[in-house]
T-cell receptor, first 112, second 116 residues
Framework: EAQVTQNPRYLITVTGKKLTVTCSQN?????MSWYRQDPGLGLRQIYY???????DKGDVPEGYKVSRKEKRNFPLILESPSPNQTSLYFC???????????FGPGTRLTVT | SQQGEEDPQALSIQEGENATMNCSYK?????LQWYRQNSGRGLVHLIL?????REKHSGRLRVTLDTSKKSSSLLITASRAADTASYFC????????????????FGKGTMLLVSP
């Protein structure tokens, strides 16, 4: 089954404790991206990747890092999480940045 | 900002009625996409309409695009309780940050409630 998976689905952590949210897709998509969704603000893009080893900042990249060492994986790294990074995070992939995006189920992160 | 804005923010209708949601945007686009999100879940792609298209249908969905007014509408006919969800438009336009790339920007969504 074609899908985008994210782990963990729920995470509660404390300020400053490094964490990684994994994202994997099995559709051989070149393009992958991360979004955060906050009430009243909609979805905002954090980082995107056009292909392996090619990443770039989205609209809200501060406090986040990504890597794209393999085509199927695009982890999101929070080196020192802060409470303002409490949010619902989505990973998405597609054949090209202009095409239909396939979204993961979301990761709800709470930073205390 | 090239972000699309949906209108209304919330819509409540009865089963069987039609639901119309609108999206306005500010810059020229390559295409416009509509997505649905059930509460707390990932977004699901509904339909993509290119800038040179004016209307597109998919089942009970009808999307129109008016590039002169920079607006789009999503019509759901004969709505069902299962259509209850948030609906987002997303505009694909050439990036202001990265030359040669386009970016997909989402609006804040319309929350649709369909009552039985």
């Amino acid at each position: 089954e074609a899908q985008v998976t994210q782990n963990p689905r729920y995470l509660i952590t404390v300020t400053g404790k490094k964490l990684t949210v994994t994202c994997s897709q099995n559709m051989n998509h070149e393009y992958m991206s991360w979004y955060r969704q906050d009430p009243g603000l909609g979805l905002r893009q954090i980082y995107y990747s056009m292909n392996v080893e090619v990443t770039d900042k989205g609209d809200v990249p501060e406090g986040y890092k990504v890597s794209r060492k393999e085509k199927r994986n695009f982890p999101l790294i929070l080196e020192s999480p802060s409470p303002n990074q409490t949010s619902l995070y989505f990973c998405a992939s597609s054949y090209g940045q202009s095409n239909e995006q396939y979204f993961g189920p979301g990761t709800r992160l709470t930073v205390t | 900002s090239q972000q699309g804005e949906e209108d209304p923010q919330a819509l409540s209708i009865q089963e069987g009625e039609n639901a119309t949601m609108n999206c306005s945007y500010k810059t020229s686009i390559n295409n416009l996409q509509w997505y649905r999100q059930n509460s707390g879940r990932g977004l699901v792609h509904l339909i993509l309409i290119r800038s040179n298209e004016r209307e597109k249908h998919s089942g009970r969905l009808r999307v129109t695009l008016d590039t002169s007014k920079k607006s789009s509408s999503l019509l759901i006919t004969a709505s069902r309780a299962a259509d209850t969800a948030s609906y987002f438009c997303a505009t694909d336009a050439w990036s202001l940050r990265a030359s040669g790339y386009s970016t997909l920007t989402f609006g804040k969504g319309t929350m649709l409630l369909v009552s039985p």
